[in-house]
């Protein structure tokens, strides 16, 4: 008897195919709306296999309707959304998809950096909203990169990536993490710093850390307070790592200069969100890892990691 696997969004059609070459499919058929919780809870009770995004909470309640369920293969590098400790507990296996978005994720970092220092989303809306009349010494001015001191938050492979660029536009670069990478260092001539001293010498603080117990609100009202006025933060990681309330604040009293998102606590972000009604904040919506060929590649090795997994053989990428 095959395998039956629920996938939670409709992923691309090879994809599909190489999973129904060894599998039963039941999929949410929808590209722009996640699988509703009460459809998930019923598609997860009789499956072996799931096929998911960051989008869909994958908790202790919905797992305790997971009767036959094998294997969670998350379309993603990040896995906050599913309850690790309740998936060990019923030896069921969480898959992950690093190392395929590393490059891709650093380029949008870098892109958003440069995007928020030097006011570009604000330079196009000005243009187009007809308000250009003249040139003018110091309209739009923004933020130099080259030369600036970069501070990077979490030194992985995504943060080592951006430290690459960097170095190609002769930045001074401090990095925090919860070890020392001696190696890069030399390559890249960084610096090793705690927290505080990063923040307080930075003129671009980058934040590449996972989202943990330990990193939620890691960047709150204190650390705000010990950067430069003129400092930017850029969030490419996880939303819930940087105190929005705080954040706001901080940009709508000059405590820092501006701020480049890709990631929000909640998403999608709430149109009332305050953070939107500030001109020094550039938002994305969650595309750091959004190139055509780094999206096929997370979704064929989530796929490959499902399809071993279901076959009781070790997949490439493991969480528990």
Not at 51 to 73: F, G, M, N, P, Q
Request: with cysteine.
């Amino acid at each position: 008897m095959r395998p039956t696997v629920y996938i939670t969004r409709r992923i691309p059609d090879e994809i599909i195919a190489k999973i129904v070459e060894q599998c039963d499919i039941r999929m949410w058929d929808e590209t722009d709306i996640p699988v509703p919780r009460n459809v998930l809870e019923k598609e997860i009770s009789s499956v072996e296999g799931l096929y998911c995004l960051l989008t869909e909470t994958i908790d202790r309640e919905i797992l305790a309707k997971a009767s036959r369920l094998k294997v969670i293969s998350n379309m993603a590098v990040g896995y906050n959304n599913i309850d690790i400790k309740a998936a060990k507990e019923k030896g069921i296996t969480v898959t992950n998809t690093p190392g395929v978005l590393t490059e891709t994720t650093a380029d949008l970092t870098f892109a958003l950096l440069m995007a928020t220092a030097r006011r570009l989303i604000e330079s196009s809306d000005c243009l187009r909203g007809g308000n250009w009349k003249t040139w003018s010494p110091m309209q739009l001015t923004g933020q130099d990169i080259y030369g600036a001191t970069l501070g990077i938050i979490g030194m992985g492979r995504i943060g080592a990536s951006l430290a690459k660029r960097a170095k190609g536009f002769d930045m001074n670069m401090l990095y925090y993490n919860r070890s020392q990478k001696p190696e890069l260092e030399k390559e890249l001539n960084m610096k090793y710093t705690d927290l505080d001293t990063l923040l307080r010498g930075s003129d671009f603080v980058c934040i590449m850390t996972p989202y943990t117990p330990q990193t939620r609100n890691l960047i709150g009202k204190r650390e705000f307070s010990l950067m430069k006025k003129s400092s930017i933060l850029i969030n490419t990681a996880r939303g819930g790592i940087v105190n929005e309330n705080d954040l706001f604040q901080a940009l709508r009293d000059g405590e820092i200069w501006a701020a480049g998102l890709d990631v929000f606590e909640q998403e999608p972000v709430c149109l009332d969100n305050p953070l939107l009604t500030l001109p020094n904040v550039v938002t994305l919506p969650h595309i750091g890892s959004a190139s055509i060929k780094t999206r096929m590649k997370m979704a064929e090795l989530a796929a490959d990691n499902l399809l071993l997994a279901i076959k009781n053989q070790t997949p490439k990428h493991v969480v528990v």
